[in-house]
């Protein structure tokens, strides 16, 4: 059977995420159940497992030989000997989700050999569809987009929790960038990606389904997205988790790993 060009699998993702974003509306604040994960790993609603249930059903059948990962289905070993693997997230941003808040999203990615080929985030009440295929650019609303043109920490607005801008994290002091923040990561990535924010930074153990396929976006929007030491992101790993994420302009990112480091 021929691989799937790229492109393909992008409009395979497109297809599915707006089916998603379908699923999630009707649950959005109309006060979906709501449950705990074990070992505190946060909330989950019935709205993600019912989106969770159809990207499975639709993708794999699409895709019989594709391996997958997702954050609401329990994980098996069988994903390691795939070529290409789905990795999705049905709603990140779960809590935003919750308290009815719109931004929250879908992340849906493919990845081949550990790299992001595929990926879309799409943000179903904003109406926003963030997509990108390696070596096509990166689109929203089918808009191409660019990352900013910052060069230096004291002009950059940066996506990042408090604890992130922490001394504890800054041996060499602090950086001088605006904050702000956006609760779902695969949202705050495309932001990047857009050129809305100049960076986006995370220091804590992140889950693959997160930022895959933020990482494609912004790396096709011409940024650089790292692990929160700077080395190269790879994806469909043993434990699908990457030591945090760095994902910023091409010139202020090794500003900010320069700082960091």
Known sequence: MP????LDDLALLVEVARGAGRIAARFFREEPEVWDKPDGA????????AVDEMLRERLCAARPDYGWLSEETPDTPARLSASRVFIVDPIDGTQAFIEGS???SHSLAVVEDGVPIAAV??????GKLYAAARGHGATLDEVAIRTSGARHLHEAELLATKHTLSPAHWPRGVPPVTRAYRPSLAY???????GR???MLTFRPTWEWDIAAGALIVAEAGGIATD????A???NNALPQVPGVLAAAPALHPALLKARV
């Open 42 to 49: 946060g909330p989950v609603t019935e709205a993600d497992i």
């Open 3 to 6: 691989v799937p060009d790229p």
């Open 188 to 194: 705050r990535m495309a932001l990047v990606g857009e």
């Open 121 to 126: 985030v799409y943000l179903p009440i904003r």
């Open 228 to 231: 929160g030491m700077g080395g």
């Open 102 to 104: 719109s931004a929250f």
């Open 233 to 235: 992101l790879r994806f």
């Open 197 to 199: 924010f100049d960076g």
